[in-house]
Structure formats: C-alpha cells, structure tokens
C-alpha cells in the first residue's frame, strides 16, 4: 500500500453485487453507514506522524518464559508395560489398523 487514502466512498451495492449477495435498500443503507465508520476510523489511526519512531510487535519487551531444557529420569519400562493389556519382548501390542 502506498499510504495514500483515497477519498471516494466504497460503494456496498458494488461489492454486494460482485459479491453476488442480494441485498435490500435497508441493508445497504446499514452496511453502507458500517463501512463509512471503519473507512473513517482507519483514516483517523493514520493521521499521526510515526516519523522516527521505531516499529515493534509488542508494547512491552517479551522474554521466552519457558524452562531449560533438562535431562530428567523417565518411567520404568515395567511400570509403564504393566499398564497395557498386551505386551511382547518389551513392546505393546496393538490391533493391526492397516491392512
């Protein structure tokens, strides 16, 4: 986007026909009043001058908050094989799914 706003009205019944919606008068009328609203909002947020100020992606600074990764002992293979209904050689075993 070049940064220019243009200055013409976005046309409802245009784009509701393009679109292929069937909208009444009373609709457009609404939708027409709703996208006047939001075209103005957006020209009023581009009004102030951002020279020199330098863009970020948050207000506050961010910092990784998860842990360190760690080495950490698992589950005893008896203790976790105890739990499921049929086992072999130290494996599970499971239903063939795939034929």
Known sequence: MTGRVRTEQIDVRYVARLARLNLTEAECARFQAQLDQVVNYVRKIREPDTAGIEPTSHAHPLENVFREDAVEP?????????????????????PRIVE
């Open 74 to 94: 698992g589950l005893d293979r008896e203790t976790v094989l105890a739990n499921a209904p049929r086992t072999r050689d130290g494996l599970f075993i499971v």
